[in-house]
Structures are given as structure tokens and as C-alpha cells.
């Protein structure tokens, strides 16, 4: 059985290199961007079931076009790009627009975004699309038109099975993502990048303000152990 | 009304108390979900309802009680506990009501008639204020993040729902326990922390021996839980872990990049140890030495042996 796997992905700025203005605020501009960590595991996650079972590999992308050409590069068959900002509710009604129009046996999501950390978009999406949603998945196997997932839960690890179609959300640990050959970023090109600008959706809440968190410390480099151990005994 | 809802009982309760400062300005009913044998607690924890549904609650089939609820009652705000299980429903649920959800939120106020919360993005380093824009507004509050308020002389109504689920499409096949630890992180006065620094396993005796002179506990940073798996999930502090907010910190081998520190902002001291002087945690702490951990974590330990 060979099968349609959709992977949604979301570029971010990379966090660490985000500055701070004079209000405060994040400033973004000129700052790096990547794919969020565990979308860059749904990918490779994607493309090792398509490597084993065959088919199709389609990257559903929130980003720039090199966000395209970098999930091209790891693998995917196809990218589709768009770059509208929303909450998670917008965001579900987007990706199922899109993805209502194209076929899939699977769909994979990162556990969570690493900018927002909202854990929302797989089982919005899943919802919408009128499908089960297996999370926090750090296995995942495919046998007779079912997947077969090994949650990661608080106190358990939970074995679940479901027909397909299904979408499932992985942890980091599942895999580790292949960083790709130049032979692969040159193959890349060839591959069909889709742009597309969906209109705005409604989107459930709003962001009033975006501030650093102040965390003042003394930040004294201290040159001998005595010395820290004196703090240490007065500090405990 | 105010629904809320945690199939864990501990959060529930301390999200009850939060429910109940923010009805007071409004005056809104408070209404917990039990799926069973909670009921009178929830009271005692500040339910003005509690709707007792008598089925057996998975994520698809909460989604679709909790659902049937909204459907009948229309209440203006969800407050549902941020656990795994929680973080599945709460979404699920707004977008059957094409509703907004924010996760993991913090602190609560109301702004007009609608509520707005704050909660941590950007890694953990920046706190983001969001106002809900559409109703039901549903929230996912952190265990942990507030305080059980337990009256058992409250009286509160409880109301049997019956309803029957449609046939759960997830099979659960098997559960595998994780190795149960009694330790609670949350609760250490002191923490003594390592990281990647480390070589290998073995050296956490180091760590350990520190933390035991100090009386206090061992943490870690995600590293050494989730990719080397060297200790078990409730030892791992930051932003995907634990937070926690001892008197003192001790940060060992450890860079300090910012998930691991929204993780420590609590602490009253944080002490850094590492030999990179251009570590970022040298920027969180109030006081770092710049050196081998294999040299310096040693005589630390004899040091404070023989002092205490
Ligand atoms: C969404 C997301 C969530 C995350 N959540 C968390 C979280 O909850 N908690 C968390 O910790 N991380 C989290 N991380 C990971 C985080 O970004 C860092 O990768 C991680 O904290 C690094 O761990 P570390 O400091 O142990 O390792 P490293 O970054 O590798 O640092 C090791 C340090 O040890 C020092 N060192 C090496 N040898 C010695 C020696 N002999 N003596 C003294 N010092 C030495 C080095 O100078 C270095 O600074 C998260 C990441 C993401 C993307
Ligand atoms: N705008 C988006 N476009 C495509 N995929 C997204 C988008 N936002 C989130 N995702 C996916 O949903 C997961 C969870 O994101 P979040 O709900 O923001 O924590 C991410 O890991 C991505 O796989």
C-alpha cells in the first residue's frame, strides 16, 4: 500500500537570536529563520513511511519560499507555501481548506510550534477535517490501512491504533532529522513549489502586546571555590 | 457559566479557585465536568454545579460531553487543565465552536465583557497578553499554577447527564507504565542541575553527591532527560519540563538557552557553573564560576562537607 502523506509546517525565527527594543518588544527583522523543530521531525518522519511504504511526500508550509525549498530538500515531493498570520482557530481553517482539496492517507504535525507552544493545530486540523487525531506520537507504523502510534504520555506510554485516514502529531524524540546533501538541495529544484495566498480567516483571539520578561540578576563571576561555597552556605 | 474541566482532580480543584476569582466580577456560574466520583470535592473546591457525566472519558468522547454541555448551558469561558489529555480536548472543542483557545495561560483578567489572558511564547522568553475575540473562550491552565481553595461546608448542585458517545474511533491496544518516581521537583528548596556537560552517566554521581551535601534535589536540563534519557522526566526543568522555583539553583554544564531558563525564573539565586565564560547562563545567574565541572563540582562538595 503506498500513501498520501501531507506534513504541515510552520517557519520561525530562530528564538535565541530574537532582540529586544527599547519597549521591551521582540524585533525581528534581519533575524534568521528555520522550520520549527518538530515539524522538521514530521518531515523526516514522513519521508522515512513514504521510503519504506512508497507514494507521496507534500509539505503544507506557512512560511517563505525557502522554507519550501528547505522541506524539498529533506525530502518532500511537493511544497505548497502560503504566509498568512492568525491564531490557531484561523490557522485549522486554513490548513483544512487547503488540504480538504488534496488526497492523504496521513497527516503529520509537530506536537507543537516552538514559537507559540500552542499544541492546538493537529487536533484543530483533525477536527475539522473530520478525522481521528493520535498525539504525541514517538513511533509510528503503518500496517494494513492502519497507523499504529506509541504515545508519549504523562505517566504511560500508550500503544493506539486507527484506520486510515488519520493525523497524528510527533514528539522530538522520534527521530532524528536528516540534514540534507548538496545533491539533494540541487535535486530540490527541480521539485514543484505551489505559492498560494489564502484570505484572512476569523480567528478566535487576539494579541494585545508581545514583552521580553525581565528577569534581573547580579550576574557576579565569582574567581575561586571558597568563595562559592561561602555564597552557597549563605544563600541556603 | 464558567466550565471547567481536568481529568487530572488536583488541577481541577486549583483551577476551580482561579474560576471563582474571575466570576466574582462577573457573577458567573462556576460548573465543574466529573466524570465520576469528584463531585462533592469540586463543591468543596468551589463548583457551584457540577455536571457528574457517567461514561468512560477518553479524548474523542469528553470532547463530545463537554460538547452536548455547551450546546445546552452556552457558557461563556472553558477552563480546562493544560495536561496532555487537556491540551487535546480544549482545542478540539474550540473548533467544533469555531471558538479561540489559549494554552498554558498564566494569569487571567477580563477586559469589558471579555476575558484576557497572558501566557509564555518566543521560547519562554517573552509573555504575550491575548484578548478572545468570540465565545466560548477556552483556556488551558498549567497544573501547579494555582492554589486549591477547600471549604467542605459549600453546597452546590449536582446535576446526572446521560448521554451516549459515539463509538470511539482510537483503539488503545496496550499502556506501558513509565518507571513512577515519588520525587516532586516543584516542591525542592534546593536544586542542583546538570546538563550536557556531562561525559557520560556516571558522572552524575558528581551532581548527586553535591545535591545530597546541600540536602537538596537533582535536576537536568532536557538534554540529559529527553535525548540521553540519563534521568527520568521529573527531574527535567524548562519550558517543556518542570518549572520550578527553589531559594537555590545550582546550574551545572548547563548553556542556559532560553527554554531551559523559562523554566528557572522563579528561583531566588541561581548559580552557574561552566567552563564556556561566554555561556548564555552566565547572563541568568547571580553567580557563575568559569571552569571544569570535573575540577570544580569535587572540591565544592568537600568544601561544603566539611562547613556543614
Ligand atoms: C520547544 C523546545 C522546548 C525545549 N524545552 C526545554 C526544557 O524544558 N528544558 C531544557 O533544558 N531545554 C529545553 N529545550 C532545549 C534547549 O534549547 C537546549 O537545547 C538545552 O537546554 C541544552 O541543554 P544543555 O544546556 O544541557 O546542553 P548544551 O547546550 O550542549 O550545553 C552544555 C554546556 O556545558 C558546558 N560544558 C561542557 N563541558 C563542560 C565541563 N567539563 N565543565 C563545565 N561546563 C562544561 C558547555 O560550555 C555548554 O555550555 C527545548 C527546546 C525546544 C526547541
Ligand atoms: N500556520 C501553520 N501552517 C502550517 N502548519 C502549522 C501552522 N501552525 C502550526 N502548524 C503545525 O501545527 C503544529 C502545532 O502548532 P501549534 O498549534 O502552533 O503549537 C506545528 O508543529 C505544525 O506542524
Redesign the interface.
Known amino acids: 500500500m503506498t500513501v498520501e502523506i501531507i506534513v504541515c509546517i510552520k517557519q520561525i ?1 530562530d ?2 537570536q ?1 532582540k529586544i527594543d527599547t519597549s521591551k518588544r ?1 524585533v525581528t527583522e534581519g533575524i534568521a529563520r528555520k522550520l520549527s523543530d518538530f515539524d522538521r521531525n514530521a518531515l523526516e518522519e514522513a519521508v522515512r513511511i513514504k521510503e519504506k511504504h512508497g507514494g507521496n511526500v507534500s509539505a503544507v508550509i506557512k512560511g517563505t519560499k525557502d522554507a519550501a525549498k528547505e522541506a524539498l530538500s529533506m525530502g518532500a515531493d511537493e511544497a505548497i507555501v502560503y504566509n498568512v498570520d492568525t ?3 484561523g490557522t ?1 481553517y486554513m490548513l483544512a481548506g487547503l488540504i480538504q482539496k488534496m488526497k492523504y492517507d496521513l497527516i503529520l504535525c509537530g506536537e507543537a510550534s ?8 493537529g ?6 477535517l473530520g478525522i ?5 506520537a514517538r513511533k509510528i507504523e503503518l500496517q494494513d490501512g492502519d497507523v ?1 502510534v506509541e504515545r508519549d ?11 486510515l485516514p488519520a493525523l497524528v502529531t510527533v514528539t ?2 522520534i527521530n532524528e532529522p536528516r540534514i540534507p546533501t548538496l545533491i539533494q538541495i540541487l535535486g530540490a529544484s527541480k521539485k514543484k513549489i505551489t505559492e498560494l495566498s489564502p484570505s484572512k480567516p ?12 525581565e ?1 534581573k ?10 568563595n ?2 561561602k ?3 549563605a ?2 | 457559566m464558567i466550565f471547567v474541566f481536568s481529568e487530572d482532580n488536583e488541577t481541577a480543584f486549583e483551577i476551580l479557585s482561579e474560576a471563582n476569582k474571575l466570576a466574582d466580577s462577573s457573577k458567573s456560574k462556576i460548573a465543574a465536568i466529573s466524570f465520576g466520583g469528584t463531585e462533592d470535592d469540586y463543591i468543596a473546591c468551589g463548583a457551584d454545579i457540577v455536571f457528574s457525566i457517567n461514561i468512560e472519558p477518553h ?2 468522547s469528553v ?1 463530545e460531553g463537554i460538547s452536548v454541555l455547551i450546546d445546552q448551558y452556552k457558557p461563556e469561558t472553558l477552563l480546562i487543565g493544560s ?3 487537556g ?2 480536548v ?3 472543542i ?3 465552536f ?7 495561560c498564566i494569569d487571567f483578567s477580563k477586559d469589558n465583557e471579555n476575558l ?1 489572558v497572558k501566557r ?15 465565545k466560548p473562550q477556552i483556556a488551558t491552565v498549567p497544573p501547579g499554577r494555582f492554589e486549591k481553595n477547600i471549604n467542605k461546608s459549600r453546597k452546590g448542585e449536582i446535576i446526572k447527564i446521560s448521554f451516549k458517545p459515539a463509538k470511539t ?10 518507571v ?1 518516581q515519588e520525587m516532586k521537583i516543584e516542591e525542592a ?2 536544586i542542583v542541575s546538570a546538563g550536557r556537560g556531562l561525559k557520560k552517566k556516571e558522572d552524575l554521581k558528581l551532581i548527586e553527591a553535591l545535591a545530597n551535601v ?1 540536602g537538596g534535589a537533582m535536576g537536568c536540563s532536557r538534554s540529559i532527560a ?2 540521553l534519557k540519563w534521568l527520568p522526566e521529573e527531574h527535567w526543568i524548562g ?1 517543556s519540563g518542570h518549572k520550578v522555583n527553589p ?2 539553583y ?1 546550574a551545572i554544564g548547563i548553556s542556559g ?2 527554554q531551559h ?1 523559562a523554566g528557572i ?1 522563579d528561583a ?4 552557574a557553573i561552566n567552563k564556556d565564560p561566554n555561556a548564555p547562563i ?9 571552569g571544569d565541572l570535573y575540577d ?1 563540582v569535587p ?2 562538595t568537600e ?2 562537607k566539611k ?2
Open positions: 525565527y528564538l535565541a530574537i521582540p491564531d490557531s482557530l485549522a516552538i514559537d507559540e507552544y500552542s499544541f492546538q493545530t487536533p484543530r486540523l483533525a477536527h475539522a481521528p487525531a493520535l498525539t504525541y499504529i504520555l504523562e505517566k504511560v506510554y500508550e500503544i493506539v491504533k486507527t484506520k522530538k524524540e476569523d480567528a478566535g483571539v487576539e494579541t494585545l502586546s508581545i514583552i521580553a520578561i528577569m540578576r547580579k550576574e557576579v563571576i565569582l574567581k575561586d571555590v571558597e562559592l561555597a555564597i552557597i552556605m544563600e541556603k | 479524548e474523542d470532547v495536561t496532555k489529555f491540551r487535546e480544549a482545542p478540539g474550540g473548533q467544533r469555531g471558538a479561540g483557545c489559549a494554552t498554558d484576557t509564555l511564547v518566543l521560547g519562554g522568553r517573552f509573555i504575550t497578553t491575548q484578548r478572545f475575540l468570540r474511533r482510537v483503539q488503545v491496544m496496550e499502556t506501558k507504565k513509565k513512577p528548596n534546593i546541600l529527553a535525548d519550558l531559594r537555590l545550582i538557552q532560553v531558563i525564573r531566588r539565586t541561581i548559580i552566565f547572563k541568568s545567574c547571580d553567580y557563575g564560576i568559569v570544580i572540591r565544592l568544601i561544603l562547613k556543614s
